[in-house]
């Protein structure tokens, strides 16, 4: 819904902020939060490592909504972001929209698709070839089923030239404290 956009916008004021978001009530409060702004656009798709319709898990919480379903971890963490429908969105390809938007350099790119990261990745290896900076959720715990773990994130990006640099913020388990997510920074020099 723009919640770190808003924190970019604050940091990068003349940046172009590109989002993506499959969900209509979500799609709404971010277009209404960046109404009239400039520099900003906001797409309504997934993305993924291939394009076409994709069954959604939509979440009460939204936040938790993903194109995984949900492990029992998840669910036994977060009792209030356990009802869910499943619908039909729209899935593009990173590569494919980038190519539309004619972005300039340097980018960076924040991923945040509830365990998709890798499917994004594997979609937009050459935006991730020219990102400066990704910022990506990573899980030490699996939270979606299928979705990788951090090891696995950050192999993946080693591979593409990033070095690991720290997190932005954490996501602690309310049952026990350990951290169950966090947004990982990544730099190329």
Do not use: W
């Not at 009802?83 to 390809?93: D, G, S």
Request: with cysteine; proline share 5%; glycine share 6%.
């Amino acid at each position: 819904m723009g919640e770190f956009a808003q924190r970019i916008r604050a940091m990068l004021p003349d940046a172009e902020l590109i989002c993506f978001e499959p969900l209509e009530e979500p799609f709404t409060k971010l277009t209404e939060r960046f109404r009239g702004q400039p520099n900003f656009r906001a797409i309504r798709c997934a993305l993924g490592e291939k394009a076409g319709q994709h069954e959604i898990h939509h979440n009460e919480y939204a936040p938790s909504s993903s194109l995984l379903p949900m492990t029992e971890l998840h669910k036994q963490s977060f009792t209030f972001a356990v009802k869910e429908q499943t619908e039909m969105i729209e899935v593009r390809r990173l590569s494919d929209v980038v190519r539309e938007l004619n972005l300039r350099d340097p980018l960076l790119l924040k991923l945040d698709v509830q365990g998709f990261e890798d499917k994004v990745i594997a979609g937009g290896e050459d935006v991730v070839a020219r990102a400066k900076i990704i910022i990506i959720e990573v899980s030490f715990q699996p939270l979606y089923e299928g979705g990788p773990l951090f090891d696995a994130i950050y192999r993946l990006l080693k591979e593409h030239g990033f070095t690991y640099n720290g997190n932005f913020e954490q996501l602690f388990s309310p049952k026990d404290g350990r951290i169950l997510q966090a947004d990982a920074i990544f730099s190329r020099q």
